[in-house]
């Protein structure tokens, strides 16, 4: 299987799921940290990953999305996910969510990904423009996602719902 490779200084590669990556998808989704932004409220089982993990048809057009595991070539273990979700073939769009083990957060893993997959949503399907909600205290996000070309199109008021009330999250969409 040919893999999305990159050419940073940081060696990743981007690959479908695999079996041997339930531990690290175990972990990502499961993180309560990370609910407030995908709307996850209920924990994951192995089995419910295990499932998904075998029985996606990973394809773009049928799901609607595609998920990618974030590899790292040095150590080769997987080190988190980005994905293309809620496509939109009709208007060629789709939204981008990433997620990274809290252990490689910082060194380049996120820009190195993000970049791959604009060039693959650009040049392998085709999408006219990709967009990304951000919450508006989410520094490190509009940091990763303005040096990789997305611009502040609009905020949504009271988006998301946390502990200590409401949050305002920021829309940015990069035209490929």
């Not at 993180?31 to 994951?44: A, E, F, G, L, R």
Request: aromatic share 8%.
């Amino acid at each position: 299987m040919k893999k999305i490779e990159n050419d940073s200084a940081m060696q990743i590669v981007l690959r479908a799921p695999e079996p041997e990556d339930l531990d690290m998808l175990f972990t990502l989704e499961n993180d309560i940290d990370m609910w407030d932004v995908s709307s996850n409220v209920i924990p994951y089982s192995r089995h419910q990953l295990e499932k998904y993990i075998v029985e996606s048809v990973h394809d773009l057009y049928t799901d609607r999305q595609i998920r990618f595991v974030i590899h790292s070539l040095a150590p080769s273990l997987p080190v988190g996910c980005i994905d293309l979700t809620d496509v939109d073939p009709y208007n060629d769009r789709a939204e981008v969510g990433i997620a990274i083990l809290e252990q490689y957060q910082g060194k380049g893993v996120a820009s190195a990904a993000l970049a791959k997959l604009c060039s693959y949503a650009k040049n392998r399907v085709h999408l006219h423009d990709l967009f990304v909600h951000v919450p508006v205290d989410n520094e490190a996000s509009l940091k990763l996602f303005a040096s990789a070309g997305f611009k502040k199109v609009g905020t949504l008021k009271d988006w998301l719902h946390v502990a200590e009330g409401y949050k305002d999250v920021l829309i940015l969409q990069k035209i490929l």
